[in-house]
Nanobody, 125 residues
């Protein structure tokens, strides 16, 4: 199982970025992919999750209404569209997977087994 995150960069406040998480050597159908972020000196935060089985999504309150997660099963890729970016969104963003497609609890409670390398997102003027 391999995950590759990409798409980070420097953007001005109010701008947009789209992150990609490409999965190799496994299909996303029975997995959940989560996007996490960690800023310097802060705990890791789960910001967005999507089920590869039924497309169900979950967002942290801090990004709800601004971020949209989507999945392209045929491409084994998950996208995170980030709009209305704020300086407090600055962090290293990671994607991770867990072998659970059907949620019986909030996806933040699952253990994510596989992690991709991070991609830096910096929001600054």
């Amino acid at each position: 199982v391999q995950l590759q995150a990409s798409g980070g960069g420097l953007v001005q406040p109010g701008g947009s970025l789209r992150l990609s998480c490409a999965a190799s050597k496994f299909a996303l159908d029975y997995h959940t992919i989560g996007w996490f972020r960690q800023a310097p000196g802060k705990e890791r935060e789960g910001v967005s999750f999507i089920s590869g089985e039924d497309g169900r999504t979950f967002y942290a309150d801090s990004v709800k209404g601004r971020f949209t997660v989507s999945i392209a099963n045929a491409e084994s890729t998950v996208y995170l569209q980030m709009n209305g970016l704020k300086p407090e969104d600055t962090a290293v963003y990671y994607c991770a997977s867990t072998r659970t497609g059907t949620w019986t609890m909030a996806p933040t409670n699952y253990v994510f087994d596989y992690w991709g390398q991070g991609t830096q997102v910096t929001v600054s003027s």
